[in-house]
């Protein structure tokens, strides 16, 4: 039996999205199953024991080197989803690349995926972006002793379904925005959710680099973005590491 169930019940979704539920397996490997007979907009989602994973099909008009910014714009946007629907006053953040942190501890993080076969010039026939969170630590007897990780249950968020539904809204303003206004309108966004704060000196991003300077040392830091998707350890084989 296909593991995937597809459905649009109780998670109001814009009409560019088809939502799939995925019942077993990896949201992210089974979107790229899809990606090339579903195409744009498949959204695959998985609401499993203390898990939360999203994946979404893209088809970018751009080359890869530019295309892979649709990363940071997802990060964005999720990021964006779970400041809407947390407690107020409690801040959401991003460890680079890809790391998820509330009230500094760890809530999961995102990832990527590319079309085989694209190189840098090369317009992917479809990239996916995907994220896990941690939906609850039910399972642990003493959740207290995991100091650096926490839940969507423990820290009151709105339900599951909403945080999605904002999400894909967020995903159609900001592609919108790179459109109009550049890519940099979302990027900024990306890196003032970045910790540590750079508290002097300039952080951008240039191509697929987020560069680093700090005038006060002379120092100046470089790190790719994608090549860094694990370098943080969020997450292992089980998904977001508690």
Known sequence: MDSITQTARNIPLPPP????????????????????????GTLVVQRAPGLLSIALVLEPEQPLR????????????????????????????????????????RLGGGRFAVAPGAG???VPDWLVFGAELIADRDHLREPGRFPDSTSLKEEAFDAAEAII????????????????????????????????????????I??????????????????????????TGWRDAKGPVL
Request: aromatic fraction near 8%; proline fraction near 7%.
């Open 17 to 40: 999205y088809t939502l799939h539920w995925l019942t077993q397996g990896d949201t992210l490997a089974e979107a790229m199953r899809l990606a090339p007979r579903e195409g744009a």
């Open 66 to 105: 530019e295309a892979q910014m649709a990363f940071a714009l997802g990060m964005v946007a999720l990021s964006d989803a779970l400041a809407a629907h947390c407690p107020p006053e409690r801040a959401v953040r991003l460890v680079w690349p890809a790391e998820i942190r509330f009230d500094k501890a």
């Open 120 to 122: 840098p010039e090369d």
């Open 165 to 204: 539904s904002t999400f894909a809204s967020y995903m159609m303003l900001y592609f919108d925005r790179w459109a109009h206004d550049g890519i940099g309108a979302v990027t900024n966004r990306y890196l003032l959710r970045i910790d540590p704060p750079l508290l002097r000196g300039v952080r951008r």
């Open 206 to 231: 240039e191509g697929d680099r987020l560069v680093e300077i700090t005038p006060a040392s002379g120092g100046k830091r470089s790190a790719p973005m994608l090549e860094a998707l694990g370098s």
